[in-house]
């Protein structure tokens, strides 16, 4: 009997990027289960040729599973539409269109249309799966029924066992303060600009911001308007936008920092919550999404963006060792919770109804 097939299908995949990574990460487990794998994509970035395939080069057998990644309007839900295998939806949530309106209207509108197609896509699956709480409530306010909660399937990094020393681009004084996520209107990017303003204002200029993500050419307005905020509050020397870093570039910023900040307004899951935690920074985090769901309980949570308050709250998370242990400890108790789920155990049983 030939091998039974599970196919991942998403708009994009990208390195980097968190769906992208789910949908490896979801390759290797099914793998472990004994299916064979593949994924497959509309939309693929640079570097990204042996681990994902165009879509129109499935084909797949009537017996196959398809799982689909929804989290944009794409050609490729049209396509697998059109085949005769078992379908499961993984629900990423789809950011709101109204933050793109002045950078981007194409975006704007294939995100408008992604969300409309949860409604109309709503009876098209076998099985439904969300990746949080907070995206399967948004999908049983659609009228979706028996969603199941499939958490990311991160495969946590071990925990660095040394810091390493600050090299030479990260020599500074002062705390160093991280975001990494794409450079994005509802990641709010801007907002931590402001941060840094306020923190020079409050406690001077010894400090360094790192704003680590992909920044795409669609985006381009919206990466300006970051450039001429630097300019405009005088902070080049402190706020640092490095764009795509490589993982092991990655891991050494996240060793390298003090305090992990998030102003993000729209999160389904947020995996660079879980990366911060991982290596032993604080978190500090809007609570919007899906973000509270994810720190369940951990770091700390803000409900107002009052700059004022939170470059002091953040300066003492800092420089207060008691405050800095209490706010690890959290961490590290979330940590073990996330790491004791699998994902195997939640996929076995549907994957044994569609079979």
């Known amino acids: 009997m030939a091998r039974q097939n599970i196919h991942q299908f998403a708009a994009g995949f990208n390195l980097g990027d968190a769906i992208s990574n789910e949908m490896q990460s979801l390759k290797s487990v099914f793998r472990r289960l004994g299916y064979s794998s593949e994924i497959f994509a509309e939309n693929t970035g640079p570097g990204t040729g042996a681990l994902v395939k165009k879509y129109k080069y499935c084909h797949a057998k009537n017996k196959d599973i398809i799982f689909y990644h929804h989290s944009i309007h794409s050609s490729v839900f049209e396509y697998i539409q059109r085949m005769k295998c078992p379908k499961v939806l993984v629900y990423h949530n789809v950011t709101p269109p109204s933050y793109f309106e002045k950078y981007?209207?194409?975006?704007?509108?294939?995100?408008?249309?992604?969300?409309?197609?949860?409604?109309?896509?709503?009876?098209?699956?076998?099985?439904?799966?969300?990746?949080?709480?907070?995206?399967?409530?948004?999908?049983?306010?659609?009228?979706?029924?028996?969603?199941?909660?499939?958490?990311?399937?991160?495969?946590?990094?071990?925990?660095?066992?040394?810091?390493?020393?600050?090299?030479?681009?990260?020599?500074?004084?002062?705390?160093?303060?991280?975001?990494?996520?794409?450079?994005?209107?509802?990641?709010?990017?801007?907002?931590l600009i402001r941060f840094a303003y306020y923190y020079s204002k409050t406690f001077g200029p010894d400090f360094q911001l790192f704003l680590v993500g992909f920044s795409s050419k669609e985006l381009y307005l919206y990466r300006e308007e970051l450039e001429r905020m630097l300019d405009f509050y005088k902070l080049r020397q402190n706020v640092i936008i490095t764009d795509f870093l490589s993982d092991e570039s990655l891991q050494r910023i996240y060793r390298e920092c003090d305090l992990f900040i998030s102003m993000s307004e729209h999160e389904g899951f947020c995996v660079p919550l879980l990366e911060a935690m991982v290596h032993g920074i604080p978190v500090m985090a809007y609570d919007a999404g899906a973000v509270r769901e994810t720190l369940s309980g951990a770091g700390v949570l803000f409900k107002e963006k009052r700059m004022d308050l939170l470059v002091e709250l953040a300066n003492k998370i800092v420089n207060d060792p008691e405050l800095n242990r209490a706010v690890l400890k959290t961490q590290e108790e979330r940590i073990g919770n996330f790491s004791r789920v699998r994902p195997e155990s939640i996929l076995r049983p549907v994957l044994a109804e569609l079979a």
């Open 104 to 191: 981007d209207l194409k975006l704007t509108y294939l995100l408008g249309q992604g969300r409309e197609e949860l409604s109309q896509i709503r009876d098209e699956f076998n099985a439904v799966f969300a990746v949080s709480d907070f995206n399967k409530r948004e999908l049983e306010e659609l009228g979706y029924e028996n969603v199941k909660i499939l958490p990311i399937t991160y495969q946590i990094p071990p925990k660095p066992n040394f810091v390493a020393p600050r090299t030479d681009e990260l020599q500074f004084r002062g705390p160093r303060f991280l975001f990494v996520g794409r450079i994005t209107p509802n990641k709010k990017q801007d907002d």
